[in-house]
Each structure stands twice: as structure tokens, then as C-alpha cells.
């Protein structure tokens, strides 16, 4: 079984994966935009490393350090083993969705933009193909210097003999006095280019080489993936494991941020300082209606502070990522923790209002209780489970299988959350012929609908449409998909407070004036005289007394 890991991280006893899950929590943002991935006994044909949005002048720098493949001797002669950096058409539509799985990446052509870079184990090197318009898309051996002296682009011309460790071998100074092998046949390859040989070191029975690549012009911008292709193990039953660690580094012009996250330091600082500011407006109505107000109305303050306060740490951990590579362990550590509070009071909150506890009664049903021992449990576990995910990098092995089961998960949790409302359109659909109170019962029934319809909407808003968005639009519009989302989650924090608010005329918070209990002993007591000299007790809508 494949193992892949990001720092050291191995299976072991449920105490020991707890202690683990809290490391992580600690330390698996402390990677941000410079990724590591180390895997080991990996046996799949194609693994997706990372995708990554540039701009002009943006730099990718991919440094393998260790490659084990423990293949024996081969017929063939093209490579079959490297690395494919592709431009995604539109969006986070990844174009090896629609290949072949069969097919070896690194046999095809394409009138795209392609570049393959091919290790060549018996020649020790590495052959760079490239397919499509590229005319300023530079690729040259080694990493770029930590701090450039001055902004310029590499020439594509200048190759460096790569950095290697004593008693490593190079085929170099062999690929210098080599001819170019001619590749102008071949569908979609430019022509008019030499085909550019890195030099592959080995040492100790495994291969390193590293390389950088630079985004020349506009014409070359987009969504770029990388990927790493083995296709030795195509052919299941005939799968050799291998190891490998390697480092990416990405950068755009403006700092570490992909291009479609650039805006998002900003927009989520505003997010935060608009639910701040509703927040303080909702207090603000409490206290201006306290007579009117129940505890799930501080709920709902404390839902809106929190996801503020979670905004504040997303924004600064994605401006420390932008200009370090790197988010601070404290902060970060810190939104994890409010990302947990606020995905656990969100659900709560909907499903008591739902409900209808501390508006309309005091005590949940058998039913509505399960709900809860379900629902929120599975909320949580998805929260932090998501955040693990997170964590860890886009090539793991089980990164993509994990991200769609939790994905899958929040989904059943945003519909068991609605059938505390449907339960309470019934019972009041049911009372409102039965029980003499018509109108009031038919104005609750016609307010749990429209929140049912919020309820409905806001999950739509944010988990499908908002996806089907970040499909849709260009690369550097990515952002939209947040903007989306929070602008959802905003407007039914709005709406709902509205619908809720602590006002008396409210019919959500008009409890019966009179039932049928009271009603009796009213006209037992009549009856026998008991009240005489006695002034009735009316009650508000709230359900409190008054003399």
C-alpha cells in the first residue's frame, strides 16, 4: 500500500493518530505556497503535484531530490517516466480528467500548451519537449536565487550544470557535444526550437535534477498543473513502487499567492469587518429589546462575532502566505480553532431556529434529538477533517478521495438539517385547523416557509452553484468563488436576523395567549366564586408575565 507524507507523518495507534491530527492542526499550514512531497512505495501511473495560477514574470521551481524507481532493464526507448506542466483551458477544469487513464501522458501530442520533461535513466538526462504556442515561456536547469539582484527573465539559452552531491555522475558534458534530436515531425512541437537537455545526477541508485520555469508574456498567463507520470505502472498486476521527495515553489509577480488568491487578503478582510459590523447591529437590537429576547438571539451574535473573528485569521494568514510563502503557526492555529467554532454554531443555530426551541417551546422531540447527535458530530468531524486535508499536499495519496467524501459529507448534514423545519411546517399545517388559532398558526406556517426557502437557498448558493462558478470563469476570477460564498453566508445572517428579530409583533415569538388548560380552570374558578377580587394576568408575546 502506498504511504504518502508530508512531514514525517505515519499510521500508528488511535492515540497516537490523535496526537498526530493535533500536530497537524499545528503545523500543516507551515508549508503555504513552497510545497514538499515526499512519498514512499508509491505505485501510481500519474499524480497530480499542483495547479497554480500566473501571472507575467511568475516563476515555477520544481527541485526533485530523490527519485528511487527500482525499474529493471527496458526495450523501450522513449522515456517513460517525468513531469507534465499543462494550462488548464478554464478555470480548475484539469485537462487530464479527459484523457484516456490508460494512455501514457508522456507518448502524446497535443496543439496545446505542453511541456514534457522526460528521464532518461540510461543516458542520465532529462529531455524537454515542448507542444503548442510557448514563444516566451522559459525553462532552464537548476532554481532561481532566493533574492534576485535584478528583475529580468532568464534567458532560455543558458543551462548551468545541475547542483549534485560528491560521487554523483552526469551526462552533461555528454548532452553538450550530443545533437539535438529531431523532433520537428511531431504534431504541435515548435519547430524552430532546439530540444533542451537537463542533466539527470545520480547517486546511491537515485536520480535528482531540478529546473525553473518563467512566464514571459500575457500570451503564456493562465492555470497551470503539474504532474508527475510513471507509466511503467500503467498495466495493473505489473506495478513497481517507487519513492520520491520533491520541492515546488510558485510565485507571481505580487508574492507567493496563486492569481486567483491574490484578492482574497482583501476581500475577507472586508467579509470580516461587514459581519462585524452586523454583528454589533444585532447586539444593538438586543439591547433595545431585551424584554423580547431568548438565548438563541446571543446564539446568533455569537455565530456572527465568530465568523468575523475567522475571517480576520483567514486574511492575515493569506497576507503573510503572499509575502513569506508561509503562514504564522499562531494565527493560523487560531483559525482552525474559529473555523471549528463557527462551522458547529452555524449548523446548531439553524437547526434550533428550525425547530422552533427557546421561541416556541423549551424542550426538543425524541426526533429533533437525533438530529442533533447526528448532524452536529458530523459537522465537526467534517471540519476538522477538511482541515487536515488541507493540510497536507495535492499529490498525497489519499488527498483527492478524502476532499470528495468530506465534501460529500457537509452535504448530508446542510439537508438533515432541514427536516427540523419540515417537522414544524406539519405540526403547524396540522394545528392550524384543529386548534382554534388560525391566524396565528397560518402566520407561523408562512414564515417557516420562508426560511426553509433561505435554508435551501443558502446551501445551493454555497456548495453547487458556487462551485459550478469556479469551473466556469477565467483563472485570475477565481476569487469569486469566496466572494460568492460569503456573500451568501452574509445575506442569510441578514435575513435571518430580520425574519427573527425580538419584536413584538413578531409571529415566530407569539405563544398562544390561552390554551386549553387555562381556559378551563379559568371558568372552573369563575364558576365557584374563587376569583372574586382578583385582577387577571395577561401575558405578552413573549410568554412572560405581567400585572
Avoid at 1 to 26: D, N, Y
Avoid at 170 to 194: C, E, R, W
Avoid at 226 to 251: A, K, W
Avoid at 271 to 277: P, V, Y
Wanted: charged residues 20%; aromatic residues 10%.
Amino acid at each position: 500500500m502506498a504511504v504518502s507524507e508530508r512531514r514525517g507523518l505515519a499510521r500508528g495507534s488511535p492515540a497516537e493518530l490523535g496526537q498526530q491530527l493535533l500536530l497537524l492542526l499545528l503545523l500543516g499550514c507551515c508549508s503555504g505556497r513552497i510545497h514538499r512531497l515526499a512519498l514512499t512505495g508509491e505505485k501510481r501511473p500519474d499524480i497530480q503535484l499542483n495547479s497554480f495560477g500566473f501571472y507575467t514574470n511568475g516563476s515555477l521551481e520544481v527541485d526533485l531530490s530523490l527519485l528511487q524507481l527500482g525499474l529493471q532493464e527496458t526495450k523501450e526507448n522513449t522515456p517513460l517516466v517525468g513531469f507534465s506542466l499543462t494550462r488548464d483551458r478554464s478555470g480548475s477544469l484539469r485537462s487530464s480528467s479527459t484523457q484516456d487513464p490508460n494512455d501514457c501522458p508522456l507518448q502524446k501530442n497535443s496543439s496545446n500548451l505542453l511541456v514534457l520533461f522526460l528521464i532518461n535513466t540510461k543516458d542520465l538526462q532529462v529531455q524537454v519537449q515542448r507542444y503548442g504556442v510557448q514563444n516566451k515561456l522559459f525553462i532552464s536547469p537548476g532554481l532561481l536565487p532566493e533574492m534576485p539582484s535584478e528583475p529580468g527573465l532568464p534567458k532560455p539559452e543558458h543551462t548551468a550544470p545541475p547542483k549534485k552531491d560528491s560521487g554523483t555522475t552526469t551526462a552533461l558534458d555528454k548532452v553538450k557535444s550530443k545533437p539535438a534530436a529531431s523532433q520537428g515531425d511531431q504534431q504541435g512541437l515548435i519547430a524552430k526550437d532546439k530540444e533542451l537537455v537537463l542533466g539527470l545526477g545520480h547517486h546511491n541508485n537515485s536520480y535528482n535534477f531540478s529546473f525553473h520555469v518563467v512566464i514571459g508574456s500575457r500570451a503564456e498567463e493562465g492555470q497551470y498543473s503539474l504532474s508527475f507520470h510513471n507509466c511503467y505502472n500503467l498495466m495493473r498486476g505489473q506495478e513497481q513502487p517507487f519513492d520520491m521527495t520533491v520541492m515546488i515553489r510558485e510565485r507571481n509577480p505580487e508574492g507567493f499567492l496563486s492569481a486567483s488568491e491574490i484578492p482574497l487578503f482583501k476581500l475577507y478582510m472586508i467579509m470580516s469587518a461587514c459581519f462585524l459590523a452586523a454583528g454589533v447591529f444585532w447586539v444593538s437590537v438586543l439591547c433595545k429589546n431585551m424584554y423580547n429576547v431568548f438565548k438563541i438571539h446571543w446564539l446568533m451574535a455569537a455565530l456572527a462575532f465568530t465568523k468575523s473573528i475567522s475571517l480576520l485569521f483567514h486574511s492575515i494568514n493569506y497576507y503573510f502566505i503572499n509575502t513569506q510563502g508561509q503562514p504564522i503557526e499562531g494565527l493560523a492555529v487560531m483559525y482552525y480553532i474559529t473555523h471549528l467554532l463557527k462551522g458547529a454554531l452555524l449548523f446548531i443555530t439553524i437547526a434550533l431556529i428550525g425547530s422552533g426551541w427557546a421561541f416556541v417551546k423549551y424542550v426538543l422531540s425524541d426526533k429533533e434529538k437525533n438530529i442533533f447527535g447526528i448532524v452536529i458530530p458530523l459537522q465537526v468531524l467534517a471540519n476538522v477533517a477538511y482541515i487536515v486535508i488541507e493540510s497536507r499536499e495535492e499529490g498525497a495519496s489519499d488527498y483527492r478521495l478524502w476532499k470528495e467524501i468530506l465534501f460529500l459529507v457537509d452535504l448530508i448534514c446542510c439537508g438533515a438539517i432541514l427536516f427540523p423545519v419540515v417537522w414544524s411546517i406539519r405540526h403547524l399545517q396540522d394545528a392550524s385547523g384543529t386548534d382554534g388559532k388560525v391566524a396565528v398558526n397560518l402566520a407561523k406556517l408562512k414564515l417557516f416557509r420562508h426560511y426553509y426557502v433561505m435554508v435551501i437557498c443558502y446551501i445551493y448558493f454555497t456548495r453547487i452553484i458556487a462551485i459550478l462558478l469556479q469551473v466556469a470563469v477565467p483563472f485570475q476570477w477565481q476569487w469569486l468563488y469566496q466572494l460568492l460564498v460569503e456573500g451568501s453566508t452574509l445575506a442569510f445572517f441578514v435575513l435571518t436576523g430580520y425574519k427573527f428579530q425580538p419584536a413584538g409583533d413578531n409571529p415566530y415569538l407569539q405563544l398562544p395567549q390561552d390554551d386549553e388548560e387555562d381556559v378551563q380552570m379559568e371558568q372552573v374558578m369563575t364558576d365557584s366564586g374563587f376569583r372574586e377580587g382578583l385582577s387577571k394576568v395577561n401575558k405578552t408575546a413573549s410568554g412572560r408575565e405581567l400585572l
